[in-house]
């Protein structure tokens, strides 16, 4: 289509007045909230009009219905569009709150908000992460209906839906979510591209000369073109066509950023309101008569017609699924415990065995793995490194999907933003793991988790300087300080088997807040005090080697760090220093304890104290004081043998023993 | 080729040997530390043999000629033979160094490191990054040769060539590196493809079915197959040809990983030694009677030869850089200078003026760009809202490599990583910029950054909650004490335009430490007293606000807190609080100052301390000590209006007065 002359544009026929309600009402909002972004709303309309009244499968009243089509709006920025979409298919969200958009506590926020926004399925605006969750939500879809349909019982069974734009495709991320949907073959994948050809700063040729049907044909999608945008006919058989493809689907849609509003087609109407004179013209060229916010009856009416077929289609499978449930009562539970479990009896560590953390994490993974058959993931190409390997539960694949662990290949990005979708999707629990030095390229993805409130579990082994031979690019020393601060991610650096244990049964009990679970390459010792510790891990933080009698000061540790803390212990008991051992496998959980609890664990009259770390020490200041000392690393680690490296950095028992010796 | 059945392996030319002396070298060396990946420089040693010896330039002597080729080998983990074939090639290393390899501190780390082994022109194991930096590494020829060659003075004319594997090519990363690219049109980057279809876990196919042929061409790359990797002639040819395009070359080589071994094609030889019986059987295969370490001298000799070659065309550069020097003698220095200038009068800001921290980042850096004519850069399609154009200097584009505005596209970490690479090439001072928020997809550059020790600037936008309407995913929270806990970067958040100006002051004077710097959307007052304050700055924290008298208490803050911090302190004294304020820009640096001078800034014996910063608040603990308070965002941001979110989270002259007075 060209810029403005489309006489489609002006219809008044009903699907058309239907597709500009929603043009209308995205940009009425972004005019009133003075903030948002126009052109995609302009733009984008037809094709989510065309997708979500022909082909989405959803309820309204039960947004959360566990076998809807999911959409992801990956062009956060769009969430104008996506409310007036949500509005008009009868969502819980009124009239007022499209006019209180982006303004505080309300119901429309500057981009989509899972948990926040009935009927969004994912937290978007960081580019591309959409992409990467829709990818995972059809990932689960593949792989729980591989696991728990059975004849005739087709309770898991819907496509996921995502809406990219050119910001979107240009992040490195979309190659790793377009790979991994391409080797996975997951069919029900169905990506709508906004190919609008102008980005922030001007025409996408200023940045980007890519062929999309080329780049994804090379990843082994269906690359399918829809010339103009507003031809919802075209929009139509290109999604029926990419509903029956055997690969995961990509139409690109030739759109104008900012449809019908003089800006249109220019990078002005990307991410600024229109004012009053462009949305007078707009009025103008979409021939529509009505006031701000207001809509016909007639196109309500037509809303309503799609909305009760969504809901016919809703009830045939809440009755399918309770005779499911009659039939297969175990599994449907399964399907609906976002918990994990696990028998206090099936994992025992002994008292004094050296093992890695990493070796006890796979341990407890296993026990998970049998208790749990919904418990399932990968890694980013180091399974055999991080121990996460689930022993007798298959390699999930194109051809079998109903296997549990995943080879997301060398793409740690792709792989947490997959996890977050799977997570998102319900049903099962999920983790991924890498080093813990890479955690630096999901980060981002880690930060949706949490700001989702979703219980993805990020499992990082090779957690310190002890890495040694491999040198500073692959020993972790920020790592940990970064990650306890983002907000709400509960990180567990346990101190040994038995912590471990406990970590894993904490992550499984909290389904509000993603997890790290950070694990040693190099053996520790099973500590007797750390047995039974599950209550005591859940609350961060707790005195694990308790003084002979009044203590006179405090060891503070995590991890490793902890047998070398109960060492200098017993050294600073040879010459009469009667100290206490506190064990911090997790920042965050103990500072949520009652100031009784944190007190009694660290009390206040006790200001000789020494943390100890193989991280940045900043992050220990709030429990030494002004008077302790933190033994830390805020340098690089150097390349040679871990141990050798590991006492040269401090971390020797001599080297605390005297660092406490020498508290004032 | 098939397995281990090539006779060309056990061949006794001097060409076949001198390429089994590298493997042999590497494989010797990982043995000898029994550590190390010997996969690769098995399978990859003819690809380094044919380029090195026959295309590459550069001389042992001075190994940081700047007209040299530049070689990344991104499969960081293939070290050994890189340290292999630096000590064949004349570098400046023995062959005891190559016996210590993966020792503590030695030349031959784990993992090359850049300014640590003479002929390493990029750290690496990071998967990808290598890649990303050569990208960069070849932008900055292309811009430097349009810029600074004059007709007959091609000075800088060379060739960027790295080494990838599939680990590299699976990493989002790449397409980013790629794309760019692609449309730059960088036909002077070749890169060397070792295809040998095995990962880490067990065989590619694992977790990855792309068409790598296809996904370049997308890119607008040249893409030849070479598929006898042992081949030295068809290595010759391909590369010859990709000297020849006029777009950037990939040259998917098949290897065989762990070529000769008994454990060829598998994942078991990728990164563990091979053990005296599989030693044993490589000598055999490959028909190699020598010890461990030892090399015939006509081997010597013939590297020898080349080794002369290239010293002769550096010589013939040097003379012609004479010549160039004494006719273009301003731009001369330009080039051999890595410092950024900046004249005192250049910008003044006048107090009062209300001017966000990036708008005043703006004027600075066009008056750097005008005194500094290799200072360049770019943003990640956030140009009209980093404000980090330069005005009147160009774009820097395909066909006009001279422009100094890069359009990196929605692409953060490519941009990161590139302008990593621009750093590393040298003759050139180089900024990249997004929001804050986006930090988090760079990170992991950011890290290299610092671990190599380059001055690459990252400027970042949109610094706090203040954002507003764009919500928590736009929203920086945590970001500051995560770019702040990499060791060794510097981080900038000033607190007005003066501050900034001295922040530029200071970025520009350090190069050998990366510099992040924090700006502001909202407008902030320029503070009567930060003027003129760039060795203020420079010590990274001082005393803006003084008491009046003896102070009895100090508000410590950065960036938009200053002036929050001095309006309470005025409330304070009117109810007769004497408290002095101090801005602290850069913790990195004021950490650095004497204790006399921090004592002076922060005199221990006032322990009545408030810091405030819209951020994380662990990391002011070690400014306020066991008595103080911390007035910081530890939680996501919300949708809304700015100032009234940055006042609901406590960032309001009341809070700070009240917490201020509720010290004990």
Not at 156 to 168: E, K, N, P, Q, S
Not at 303 to 327: P, R, S, T
Not at 424 to 452: C, E, N, Q, W
Request: proline residues 5%; charged residues 20%; aromatic residues 8%.
């Amino acid at each position: 289509m060209t810029k403005n002359d489309s006489a489609q544009l002006a219809s008044q026929s009903v699907s058309q007045r239907s597709v500009n309600a929603l043009r209308m009402l995205g940009v009425d909002m972004i005019e009133k909230a003075n903030s948002g972004h126009p052109g995609i709303v302009l733009g984008s309309a037809p094709i989510v009009y065309s997708l979500w009244e022909h082909f989405l499968t959803f309820n309204p009243r039960e947004p959360q219905w566990f076998n809807r089509d999911r959409f992801v709006l990956s062009v956060g920025h769009g969430s104008a569009l996506l409310y007036a979409l949500l509005y008009m298919n009868g969502f819980d969200l009124t009239i007022d709150d499209l006019k209180n958009f982006r303004q505080l506590g309300s119901k429309t926020p500057g981009h989509p908000e899972y948990g926040h926004t009935p009927g969004v399925d994912a937290t978007t605006g960081p580019l591309s992460q959409g992409l990467g969750m829709a990818v995972g939500m059809a990932m689960a879809e593949k792989h729980l209906a591989g696991q728990y349909n059975r004849p005739h019982f087709p309770i898991i069974d819907h496509f996921t839906y995502a809406l990219v734009g050119d910001g979107d495709l240009e992040e490195g991320l979309s190659q790793e979510a377009i790979n991994l949907a391409g080797h996975l073959e997951l069919s029900k994948l169905i990506v709508l591209y906004d190919s609008n050809d102008v980005s922030l700063d001007g025409p996408l040729s200023d940045s980007s000369n890519e062929n999309a049907a080329q780049r994804f044909r090379a990843a082994g999608w269906d690359y399918q073109l829809v010339n103009d945008g507003n031809d919802l006919e075209s929009l139509d058989t290109a999604i029926a066509h990419a509903q029956r493809s055997h690969n995961p689907s990509i139409i690109e849609v030739k759109t104008v950023i900012g449809a019908g509003s003089p800006l249109a087609g220019t990078n002005k109407v990307h991410g600024a309101p229109l004012g009053p004179d462009n949305m007078a013209k707009l009025r103008k060229n979409l021939n529509w008569q009505l006031q701000p916010f207001q809509v016909d009856e007639d196109v309500y009416n037509h809303y309503d017609n799609f909305i009760n077929q969504k809901i016919e289609a809703y009830h045939d499978w809440q009755k399918l699924f309770n005779h499911y449930q009659d039939q297969f009562p175990e599994e449907a539970a399964q399907l609906q415990d976002a918990k994990l479990h696990l028998d206090e009896q099936a994992v025992q560590f002994k008292t004094g065995e050296m093992i890695a953390t990493r070796n006890a994490s796979s341990t407890v993974m296993q026990a998970l793995a049998q208790e749990n058959q919904n418990f399932w993931g990968g890694a980013a190409d180091l399974t055999a490194s991080n121990k996460t390997y689930l022993t007798d539960c298959g390699d999930f694949t194109a051809d079998d999907p109903s296997g549990r662990n995943i080879h997301y290949g060398i793409r740690e990005f792709g792989m947490a933003a997959a996890a977050n979708g799977i997570t998102l999707h319900g049903g099962s629990r999920t983790f991924v793991s890498t080093f813990l030095v890479f955690s630096d390229y999901m980060k981002a993805a880690i930060r949706l988790a949490a700001l989702m409130k979703i219980p993805t579990a990020f499992v990082f082994s090779h957690d310190s300087i002890a890495v040694g031979e491999d040198g500073p690019t692959h020993e972790p020393v920020e790592q940990l300080v970064g990650l306890r601060s983002i907000p709400g991610v509960n990180v567990f650096r346990p101190a040994d088997a038995n912590e471990t244990l406990a970590a894993w049964q904490t992550i499984g009990d909290i389904d509000d807040h993603p997890a790290v679970l950070v694990t040693t390459r190099q053996k520790l010792p099973t500590l007797a005090d750390a047995a039974n510790g599950k209550d005591k891990v859940a609350r961060g933080g707790y005195v694990i080697s308790p003084a002979k009698g009044e203590p006179e000061g405090i060891l503070i540790a995590s991890g490793s760090e902890v047998p070398l803390a109960i060492k200098s212990q017993q050294q600073l008991a040879e010459s009469h220093h009667d100290v206490a051992v506190v064990s911090m496998p997790c920042m965050e959980l103990f500072n949520q304890q009652s100031q009784e609890y944190r007190d009694h664990v660290l009390p206040p009259a006790l200001t000789k104290r020494v943390a100890i770390e193989m991280g940045t020490g900043f992050v220990w200041n709030q429990y030494v004081g002004s008077r302790g000392k933190i033994i830390s690393v805020d340098q690089f680690g150097q390349s040679g043998d871990g141990s050798t490296i590991v006492s040269n950095y401090g971390f020797n028992v001599d080297n605390v023993t005297q660092t406490y010796l020498s508290l004032q």
